[in-house]
């Protein structure tokens, strides 16, 4: 079978017939119909031509309005070819994958050549603001799953000549199309030579997902940090474009990929600039505050409480160690046990539908929570701090991975050397962070450089100069 698709059509129509019945023996959805000719004047009907599709994948309406229709009225397939939906194939490998994404083939008699029409079935849904990334202002459109369609927003909020877009075919079992898009003058030419190349390398494998593609040519891919970004809006892509970013879209996914992703997008929010410069600088601020807090608040907790009680005020380690009172496991104990379920409860009201999901919040808020502490099982102050934790990691949805991995780190260094595991443990991530990379750019790029007029897009959100300034300066 590989033989036959690594080959050129044959001359005889029936010869092209065969190949495709061999090829498509077990498969109910691949049609072949001989079309014939109906003129008045004929006494008997004459093979025109054969056509090819996939029941499904293929338009029945625009195989007949396209390819019968005219093929009957002018018994002559070269004069239809006039069309700008038409190409020609030689190749049985390249013909199968266009057939495959819904063209119809036309298979003509003496002709080892084939005639593919774009009679593509299309499913699209409505374009839709992305439920992830909801914002009060700006504009409400958001990525699909037809590929076309997302460069088509793209290029609707980024109206310039010099946005750029490549095509690739991954290969592989699923055949994947992606596209690579970037604007000329300001694209880190380093940057797009890398992610060609890892593009490269992948290929001829399964990616049908661009999550798959993802963890395929990402850099470090056992760190619980993100270093590629992704985005369901088209205006973030164009953002990331004017950055000088590289922009990945997926055939059938609707997100895409911004590269290189680095440490302080992670406290970037959509909407950042759709809002008062001063607002938008303070909500970045908490955000970072929120990812330090969900990851040194229990750790700092079971610190103090097992090793250094002095550094607390009096009043308020009597009141820790009165709401302790029975209570039978250790305070690192404690945390563990409510840390763990409270990423249970996240995950089951992630995965459930809304209504449900509330309700799972109900009762882990109130029945769950209120049924340990008056069991005596965990202290109303181990409630306190892991809800505090809680809510801080959602502040920042786009470090979950990493919360969970190092607020579990720090927690065990705490327990074991107290705040001189706490300084180790710190030292750990912020050697990680300094180790990692995003297609060759420094995870910490722009946090320690000294531009501090030219990087303004940090932790801070400065507002944008009036005229042309900005664009001078970028």
């Not at 330090?292 to 308020?316: D, R």
């Not at 306190?384 to 927690?411: D, E, H, N």
């Not at 260094?413 to 300084?423: E, P």
Request: proline content about 4%; glycine content about 4%; hydrophobic content about 45%.
């Amino acid at each position: 079978m590989n033989s036959f698709l690594n080959s050129l059509f044959p001359l005889e129509v029936e010869e092209k017939e065969k190949i495709m019945q061999e090829l498509f023996k077990k498969d109910d959805t691949f049609i072949i119909q001989d079309i014939y000719s109906k003129k008045e004047d004929s006494l008997s009907n004459s093979l025109l031509c054969k056509i090819a599709y996939i029941n499904g994948m293929s338009s029945i309406d625009k195989i007949s309005e396209m390819i019968i229709k005219p093929i009957q009225k002018w018994s002559h397939f070269e004069e239809v070819i006039l069309n700008a939906n038409i190409k020609e194939e030689d190749h049985i490998d390249k013909a199968i994958q266009e057939m495959l994404s819904g063209n119809c083939l036309v298979l003509v008699p003496h002709q080892q050549k084939v005639y593919i029409v774009d009679t593509k079935q299309t499913f699209l849904r409505g374009i839709e603001e992305p439920s992830n990334e909801k914002i009060l202002k700006g504009p409400k459109d958001g990525f699909v799953e037809n590929l076309l369609v997302n460069i088509s927003l793209v290029r609707s909020h980024l109206k310039n000549h010099l946005l750029k877009i490549r095509f690739m075919d991954l290969g592989g079992k699923d055949h994947g199309k992606i596209a690579l898009l970037y604007l000329e003058e300001t694209v880190d030419y380093q940057v797009l030579n890398e992610v060609q190349k890892r593009l490269n390398k992948v290929q001829k494998s399964i990616g049908l997902d661009m999550n798959i593609l993802k963890e395929k040519i990402r850099d470090c891919p056992y760190s619980p940090f993100k270093t590629i970004g992704d985005t369901e809006r088209p205006d973030v892509a164009c953002f990331k474009l004017l950055e000088g970013k590289v922009v990945l879209l997926m055939d059938g996914t609707p997100n895409a990929c911004t590269i290189p992703f680095l440490f302080v997008e992670n406290f970037h929010a959509v909407d950042d600039y759709y809002v008062n410069y001063f607002y938008g600088s303070l909500n970045r601020f908490l955000r970072f505050l929120s990812f330090i807090l969900t990851v040194s608040i229990p750790a700092f907790y079971v610190a103090f409480l097992m090793y250094h009680q002095e550094l607390l005020p009096t009043k308020l380690a009597l009141s820790i160690s009165a709401s302790r009172q029975g209570v039978p496991f250790p305070t690192v104990i404690e945390c563990l046990l409510l840390l763990t379920l409270f990423e249970i409860l996240r995950e089951s009201g992630a995965k459930s539908s809304a209504l449900l999901g509330t309700s799972l919040s109900v009762v882990g808020a109130l029945i769950i929570g209120q049924a340990t502490v008056e069991a005596r099982m965990v202290s109303t102050s181990v409630i306190i701090i892991v809800a505090i934790t809680a809510v801080s990691g959602l502040i920042a949805p786009k470090l979950s991975s990493a919360f969970i991995a190092f607020r579990l780190l720090l927690l065990l260094f705490a327990a074991i050397l107290g705040v001189h595991g706490l300084i180790i443990a710190a030292s750990i991530l912020l050697i990680h962070l300094a180790h990692l990379k995003s297609f060759n750019q420094n995870y910490f790029t722009n946090i320690l450089s000294l531009r501090i007029k030219k990087d303004k897009d940090t932790f801070i959100r400065k507002p944008i100069p009036r005229g042309n300034t900005y664009e001078n300066q970028n």
